[in-house]
C-alpha cells in the first residue's frame, strides 16, 4: 500500500524568508501524480502545486516550487518570500494510474503546521 | 461557481442518533470521495464513488454507509454515531481520468458525536 509521510509536525518562518516542508512517500508504481494541498484555518483545501511522476523538472507556482527526487521518492515544498497568508496546514498527497483500488484515490500525509512570524 | 457544497459546517449529535451529511458537486465530476481528517493523521479515504451506484470502501469505511443515485450528489450516513467518529469530514469530487487536476474539495463539516 502507499503511504506517505511528513515528518516535521511544525515548522516556522519569518516573513519573506524561504522555508522547505519534507514529504517522503512510498510505492511500487511507476505512474503517479503528487500534490501539496494548503488548509488555512478557514478549513479550505486549496490545491497549491502539483507534480506528475514522469516529469523530470519540478514544478513551480510563483512563489512555491517542489524539489521531486524520483529515486528518493521525496517531494519537498519550498516557499519562497513567505507571507502572513502562507500559514496554514500543509497536505502532501499521492495517487496513482495503477488500476485496482488504488486509482485515483488521494492518500495523505499527516500534515506540517506552518507559522509565519511578522 | 464550480464548488462541492457540504452541509451542515458544523453539527453535534448524541451517540446513536442517525445523521446524513450532504454533499453536491456542480461540476458533472465523475468520481467523489469522502475523507476524515484527524489530528496527526492528516486525511483518510472512507468511501469513493467512481460514478452512478458505483460506491466502494476506502480505508476507514466502518460505521458508514454512502449512496449514489444521482452524478451530482454523495451522501454520507452514519447509522449510529458514536465518539470515534467525531472529526473533520470532508467530501470531494474531480474529473474521471484526469488524475492530475487533483480533486475539488467541500468546505467540511465539524461533527461531534457525545
Known amino acids: 500500500a502507499q503511504t506517505v509521510t511528513q515528518s516535521q509536525p511544525e515548522m516556522s518562518v519569518q516573513e519573506a524568508e524561504t522555508v522547505t516542508l519534507s514529504c517522503t512517500y512510498d510505492?511500487?508504481?511507476?505512474?503517479?501524480?503528487l500534490f501539496w494541498y494548503k488548509q488555512p484555518p478557514s478549513r479550505q483545501m486549496i490545491l497549491v502545486i502539483r507534480?506528475?511522476?514522469?516529469?523530470?523538472q519540478n514544478a513551480t507556482e510563483n512563489r512555491f516550487s517542489v524539489n521531486f527526487q524520483k529515486a528518493a521518492k521525496s517531494f519537498s515544498l519550498k516557499i519562497s518570500d513567505s507571507q502572513l497568508g502562507d500559514a496554514a496546514m500543509y497536505f502532501c498527497?499521492?495517487?496513482?494510474?495503477?488500476?485496482?483500488?488504488?486509482?485515483?484515490?488521494?492518500?495523505f500525509g499527516q500534515g506540517t503546521i506552518l507559522t509565519v512570524h511578522p | 461557481e464550480a464548488q462541492v457544497t457540504q452541509n451542515p459546517r458544523y453539527l453535534i449529535t448524541v451517540t446513536g442518533k442517525k445523521l446524513t451529511v450532504t454533499c453536491s458537486q456542480n461540476?458533472?465530476?465523475?468520481?467523489m470521495s469522502w475523507y476524515r481528517q484527524d489530528p496527526g493523521l492528516g486525511l483518510r479515504q472512507i468511501y469513493y464513488?467512481?460514478?452512478?451506484?458505483?460506491?466502494d470502501k476506502g480505508d476507514v469505511p466502518e460505521g458508514y454507509k454512502v449512496s449514489r443515485k444521482e452524478k451530482r450528489n454523495f451522501p454520507l450516513i452514519l447509522e449510529s454515531p458514536s465518539p470515534n467518529q467525531t472529526s473533520l469530514y470532508f467530501c470531494?469530487?474531480?474529473?474521471?481520468?484526469?488524475?492530475?487536476?487533483?480533486?475539488?474539495f467541500g468546505s467540511g463539516t465539524r461533527l461531534t458525536v457525545v
Open positions: 470531494a469530487s474531480r474529473p474521471g481520468g484526469v488524475l492530475l487536476r487533483g480533486y475539488t
Open positions: 510505492t511500487s508504481e511507476s505512474d503517479y501524480y
Open positions: 507534480q506528475e511522476a514522469y516529469k523530470q
Open positions: 498527497a499521492y495517487t496513482t494510474n495503477a488500476g485496482g483500488t488504488s486509482y485515483g484515490k488521494l492518500t
Open positions: 461540476m458533472n465530476h465523475e468520481y
Open positions: 464513488s467512481m460514478n452512478v451506484e458505483v460506491t
